[in-house]
């Protein structure tokens, strides 16, 4: 975790704290409930202060027992009545603290999902998988500790401090002194110990999250570990990891074993010096007992809340850590919201001199001067060998990223003058590797066009060949699939996405096609969905099989992010070049 630098730590914290204001109804009623019942937490050593200081040893005889009672019974009731208030305005401020802290949170929680959602899709490629959400999510359960018990705990602690040192000095100014001639020292010493403690304590948490990415990549690929039986390596890895904390936590246990120590000798020899100066000053009569015995229970309160300042610093620091990163997050720039929104696209695409570079990859040109004209309304396929940059090209397109250089027009407007939701709306895509969302096939279906009717997902399954499997599972449209649902095979998770693609109705298609082979029955009727969905739509089509080739009005060949033949079926397999080497090796 890096370093937070005191400003930023108060900055940050105050990012936050603007969101708990959005919420200031019940927020503010609250912070000024917290203030009362953090005060009124001083009555207790007050009254118990009173409870036992009446009357002193030396006055005992002199009062009447049954005055002594009178006055005990009435300190009791007093007590009982400032507890019972305190209760009860506890009572709605930690409902109003969890209701602003929660609905403030949500707020964030929102406002991030926002913006992660417009966040240019290179941002996600360049993230480790799960990394991003994992952060986000630690990073927002810091923020909610702090929120909804940390900042209560200051304020307490804050007010019983400076309403204790209050009551302290009220009692003997000169003990008073004395304590607080010893409370730098006590705090300094405590507070160096402590960061050495708490440095420690943060390499051993991460050392532990580091040996639990183990557990997580073993169970996430457990079909790979268990098909090359290698069961043993990941022990063996966890095991080292493992030792690695256990090493990290074994020294750092000496230094808590040290703190821990030092901090009980130095705190209760403190004290005792601090109640022996007191004993002095009784014996000399520089002090009355009640007073005395007042300063003590009031010294404790106050240490009390003075111990607890460190752990709510680091609170605070963490929490600083964690705004900071979701406020990078914020700050991030979206995707581009400009261009015409209005265009109706006719489906013709044409590319002119296109070179890219992935920004994570800049040395590496994936597609140069790439020029096409794609006409409206036809059939074009790409084909290439693995890692031409088929795909990239796809991305392109839809605007994912933006070409280096060079342009690309929509019939015979500039792709950057329409905007990206006018463009996309008016795309679909099949990808190479369908995911489904967790939910049930229908709403899967109805992806493409949501509210669409129940009749409209239906005749779109038809259409894509998919109502027939769907109607033989148990609870037919309403199956739940995705990550914890029923398992789709490839062909039927294809049909689903082209009935999706069918229910989208885009102007222009574009066809990843999958790399996998399906069995021939299946391959038939994703064909036959395929030509239904292709049928008067622009459709590009990144082909694995020559069925799909064939057909197509034309053909470019992309080899290492070049075109480097274009035309027919017929022209290019009579041309002895890359096609025909392709049909002959690749194309099934
Ligand atoms: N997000 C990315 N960041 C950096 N490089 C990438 C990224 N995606 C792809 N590449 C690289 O760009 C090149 C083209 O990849 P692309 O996915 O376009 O290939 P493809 O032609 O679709 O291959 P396949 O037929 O195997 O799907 C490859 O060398 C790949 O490693
Ligand atoms: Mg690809």
Known sequence: MPVVEKKSMISSNRWIFSYLLTENKIFIPSLIALFLTAGLSLAFPYFLKELIGNPVDAARDAVPANEILASINEIILKLIAVLFLQATIGYFRVQGF????????????????????HLPVPYFQDQRAGSLSNRVSADLAIVRETLLTTVPQAVRQTVILIGGLVF?????????LIMLGCIPVVVLLIAIFGRKVRNHSKAAQQSLADASTVIEESVQNIADVKAFTNEPFEQDRYQTALQAFLNVTLRGAKARGAFLSFVIFVLFGTIAFVVWCGAHMYASGDILWKPFFAFIIFSIFVGASLGSFPEIISQFQQTAGATERLREILDMQGERKTGESNITLKGQISLENVSFSYASRPEVTTLSEISIQIPSGQRTAIVG??????????????GFNDPTSGNIRFDETDAQDISLDCLRSQIAIVPQEVMLFGGTISENIAYGKPGASKDEVENAAKLANAHDFIAELPSGYETLVGPRGTKLSG???????IARAILADPKILLLDEATSALDSESERLVNEALERLMKNRTSLVIAHRLSTVRHADQILVISKGKLVEQGTHDALN???????FLVETQLS
Not at 491 to 497: F, K, P, S, T, V
């Open 98 to 117: 969890i209701r602003s802290g929660e609905s403030a949170l949500n707020r964030l929680r929102k406002d991030l999902f926002k913006h992660l959602l």
């Open 385 to 398: 060998p693995s890692g031409a940059g088929k795909s990239t090209l796809f991305s392109l397109i839809l």
């Open 574 to 580: 009579a041309a002895n070049g890359t096609y025909r």
């Open 168 to 176: 302290i000095f009220v009692n003997s100014w000169k003990l008073s």
């Open 491 to 497: 062909g039927q998770r294809q049909r689903i996405a």
